[in-house]
């Protein structure tokens, strides 16, 4: 079982929609998440990290559930820039310095 | 400041060859790191580096080999390719452990082996 999932998708939404991503991870020493955006033949980008009390930019909200070991990404007002794949990723440390990476959800926003 | 810089970007190689893949970064960053990037697998980390001198196995190291003789350089060797080593690749670092700073990935390198 991998580390870190979360639904592959495709989500096709039309422009203006509300659209949300969960990933859940199994490592409950992991000590801190973030989502990535990657755009097609792109590297990945860090989008925003994932604070526990939860965390807004824009019209961008992350949210991390500890308790249930999930997080999860909120974008409202989709715009067809916004269309990419979203990568969450799980941070785990004591000793083991690794990011690990859900396998992505690839977003297409529609006019 | 150029960033994190990968060479080459693309790359053909015959099964049994070896390569190095390049990874150069100038921003004095500690942490760098090696992914495998593969449709429906996701990034997956191959090695990865805490400082000069120090580096660890992530979660597919077998088949590949590095070495961090400066802050600035992480080269990956491939040393007997092999055709389920077709993959981009990214290299990726940080100012600090990825937990604590933005992890910055290069522009990746793909590579196909015959």
């Known amino acids: 079982r991998k580390e870190v999932e979360q639904d592959p998708g495709p989500f096709n939404v039309p422009e203006g929609a509300t659209v949300a991503f969960n990933c859940t991870y199994s490592?409950?020493?992991?000590?801190?998440f973030f989502w990535y955006r990657q755009d097609c033949r792109k590297e990945p980008k860090l989008l925003m990290s994932?604070?526990?009390s939860g965390n807004e930019d824009g019209r961008f909200t992350a949210q991390l559930n500890r308790a249930s070991q999930y997080i999860s990404l909120l974008i409202r007002d989709s715009k067809l820039s916004d269309s990419a794949t979203y990568l969450c990723?799980?941070?785990?440390?004591?000793?083991?310095?690794?990011?690990?990476f859900g396998k992505g959800t690839k977003l297409s926003v529609i006019p | 400041n150029a960033g994190v810089t990968q060479t080459p970007k693309f790359q053909v190689l015959k099964t049994g060859q070896s390569m190095t893949l390049q990874c150069a970064q100038d921003?004095?960053?500690?942490?760098m790191s090696w992914y495998r990037q593969d449709p429906g697998m996701g990034l997956r980390l191959i090695h990865y580096?805490?400082?000069?001198?120090?580096?660890d196995q992530g979660e597919v190291p077998n088949g590949y080999n590095v070495s961090r003789s400066t802050t600035e350089d992480f080269p990956l060797r491939l040393l007997s390719a092999a055709p389920s080593q077709t993959s981009v690749y990214f290299c990726?670092?940080?100012?600090?452990?990825?937990?604590?700073?933005?992890?910055?990935f290069g522009p990746g390198t793909r590579l196909l082996v015959l």
């Open positions: 990726a670092s940080s100012s600090r452990l990825p937990a604590q700073e933005t992890q910055y």
């Open positions: 490592n409950s020493a992991s000590q801190s």
């Open positions: 994932v604070y526990s």
């Open positions: 990723a799980a941070f785990s440390g004591a000793g083991s310095y690794q990011l690990t």
């Open positions: 921003m004095n960053h500690e942490y």
């Open positions: 580096s805490v400082g000069a001198g120090i580096t």
